[in-house]
């Protein structure tokens, strides 16, 4: 089975970890993120049509730009999947940040937004319409719950989808 | 229904006869009491579970139930344990082994026997720590699990070996959590190539060793010796040299080539007899060179001896040539010097000393001549003085030297008869001259006569 590297991205308590522990078979000891500053974790998924495919998925502490350390994590991704908080807007512009700087390292890369915490209706501060302005622009984003699981296997199961297609391109 | 039942009902003594008969049933019968026991029992246990006296209560029966477990069927107790005790021994005989190591050095430093004595040998003529040789002679170790990880991007390449320590934490994980650690101690030294080299897990010892594309992961049981890393090291570039490229552009394919995993296999066949077998190696190498160094140390210590020998037999040669040569004195010789330094008294008509020397064998440069110019005594050299000083002579006049007299003889005018006269009055020659074999010519009348001035 192929594996692929897929970073994860986002602003301080956005939901990254807890997103991830909706979906991995295995969870490391959150110790390791706390002092190295990444968690890893696989997850197996089987894309509709194409090989299964393994994604190690390094949960990237949260940071609103990437240090020296952090771009050495983002290093070798397939892809990296953006995350922000609906309840603060500050968490796009932090992602949007992030995007720019993976981009501008490492070239044209796989990756989508999940726009977290989709559950906490009463204190969005993003709303449809920004998501939707996202999208015309090009954005690929998933609006997602990491405490319902709301939309959260299918978001990484997209993305899995797109790497599969990339994987089954390259050597 | 009865006005009294109705009344009973109204007081409710009627439900309580029925709740109390079931009560009473349910205690009578212990199939019914045991639903109740066992829905408050781990309650009651927990709830009691710091009391002594529950402590001591199931401590009997305990016991009796383990020792009739055991007695009626011991693997299920050795199932269970296995994982406890493997880890548990192997990790008490680890300790105790590097504890013992600990003292090792200095009691072997301290030991003067046979077999130390060559292990220290071995020392000194590899270059290798004493306690390093000490180790590889009395350890075994073993490779139990290799990891090849790609350094870019942190996947794992190949696994081979025993999945040691936990067998179900996934591998990729693993390699991407050491990818993830090597970085954060790069970027923590502040060092772009910053390196985890080893850490210990438990009992067993991780290796990682870095090359250019990818990571080698070992997992060892005992204790390696340094040196292995050395060996490991040429082995990894041995890897990056056949699959560089492989290497260079992986981005998580399915199987590693067969051939490379072929070589990380071979890892797993490291224990302490290859290393020992490493270590007998350079002898085996150095045995030839050694060989070779003392073959040449011979040739060199012979040259060296017969150009001496032969450097004496050219300066005696040289001296016995000087010595039969008239009109050269030998002063003084200084063959040790650097070059070898010699002083002549030399006639000026006497054979060239440089000519001399060159015919001895000594170019430019070999010798150091010094020469002082004499007059020679010698009966050769006073036959070529007078020679010179009659030259030229008389077709018909011959000069010679015989027993250490000049001869001369033959037939010469009356004009060069008065110049021999001359020379023979006032110059001084040291040899005899016998001229009792020269006749003046007989002049004829017509010749003309020439002043004795003008002659």
């Known amino acids: 089975m192929k594996s692929v590297k897929v970073c994860i991205l986002g602003d301080f308590a956005v939901g990254k970890t807890s997103l991830v522990r909706r979906f991995v078979d295995e969870a490391f000891s959150e110790r390791y993120l706390t002092t190295v500053g990444v968690k890893i974790d696989t997850k197996t998924v089987h894309p509709e049509g194409a090989e299964p495919i393994k994604l190690v998925l390094w949960d990237v502490a949260g940071a609103d730009e990437l240090s020296a350390l952090q771009t050495s994590y983002v290093r070798g991704s397939a892809g990296f999947i953006l995350v922000c908080d609906l309840t603060r807007r500050e968490t796009l512009t932090t992602a949007t940040k992030l995007k720019s700087e993976v981009a501008a390292q490492f070239g044209p890369v796989p990756w989508c937004l999940f726009a977290n915490k989709n559950d906490l209706t009463e204190e969005r501060e993003i709303d449809d319409m920004a998501l939707s302005e996202l999208t015309e622009d090009g954005w690929i984003v998933h609006t997602t719950s990491a405490k319902t699981g709301f939309n959260v296997e299918s978001a990484v199961l997209a993305l899995a989808s797109r790497l599969s297609i990339d994987a089954g391109r390259s050597p | 229904m009865s006005n009294v039942h109705r009344l009973r009902e109204l007081l409710g003594i009627e439900a309580d006869q029925a709740t109390m008969r079931e009560q009473g049933r349910r205690v009578a019968e212990s199939e019914q009491r045991m639903p109740d026991v066992a829905e408050v029992l781990p309650d009651a246990i927990r709830q009691r579970s ?12 305990v016991s009796k139930a383990l020792h009739e477990s055991v007695t009626e069927n011991p693997h299920s107790l050795v199932e269970i344990l296995f994982p406890v005790m493997g880890p548990a021994i192997r990790r008490s005989i680890a300790e105790t082994l590097r504890a013992a190591l600990e003292g090792l050095n200095q009691s072997l430093a301290d030991g003067f026997s046979l077999r130390n004595l060559r292990w220290r040998l071995e020392a000194w003529r590899t270059g290798v720590p004493f306690r390093e040789v000490v180790l590889r002679h009395t350890l075994t170790y073993r490779v139990a699990e290799a990891l090849l990880i790609n350094k870019e991007n942190g996947l794992l390449i190949c696994r081979v070996g025993e999945m040691t320590d936990s067998p179900g934490m996934d591998r990729d994980a693993v390699a991407a959590m050491l990818t993830a650690i090597e970085d954060f101690v790069a970027d923590s030294t502040g060092e772009e190539e910053g390196e985890l080299s080893s850490a210990e897990l438990g009992e067993r010892v991780l290796w990682v060793l870095t090359g250019p594309h990818a990571r080698l992961a070992l997992v060892l049981e005992g204790q390696p010796p340094l040196t292995l890393r050395i060996t490991l090291r040429d082995h990894l570039a041995v890897i990056h040299q ?3 490229t492989y290497l ?32 007998r190696r350079p002898p085996r190498i150095a045995g030839p060179i050694l060989l070779l160094l003392l073959v040449a140390g011979l040739g060199l210590v012979g040259h060296w001896l017969y150009r001496g020998q032969q450097q004496k037999q050219q300066w005696a040669a040289l001296e016995a040539q000087i010595a039969s040569v008239p009109g050269i004195v030998w002063v003084e010789g200084l063959i040790d ?12 008509l006497a054979d060239s000393p440089g000519e001399l020397v060159r015919s001895a064998g000594y170019g430019d440069g070999d010798l150091a001549l010094s020469v002082t110019p004499f007059v020679s005594a010698e009966p050769e050299i006073e036959l070529r003085r007078l020679v010179k000083a009659l030259a030229p002579l008389p077709q018909a006049v011959t000069v010679t030297l015989r027993d250490g007299s000049i001869v001369i003889a033959g037939t010469a005018d009356r004009y060069w008869f008065r110049q021999l006269a001359a020379h023979l009055e006032f110059a001084r020659i040291n040899v005899p001259v016998d001229i009792t074999g020269l006749q003046q010519t007989v002049e004829s009348p017509d010749s003309p006569v020439i002043p004795d001035e003008e002659r």
């Open chain 2, 50 to 61: 710091q009391d002594d006296d529950m402590a001591e209560a199931l401590r009997e029966p």
């Open chain 2, 248 to 279: 260079y552009e992986f981005s998580g394919q399915e199987e590693a080539p067969a051939p490379l995993i072929a070589k990380l296999e071979k890892l797993l066949k490291f224990s302490a007899q290859d290393q020992q077998e490493a270590v």
């Open chain 2, 242 to 244: 056949d699959h560089g």
């Open chain 2, 337 to 348: 010097r650097k070059p070898p330094e010699l002083r002549l008294l030399a006639d000026p």
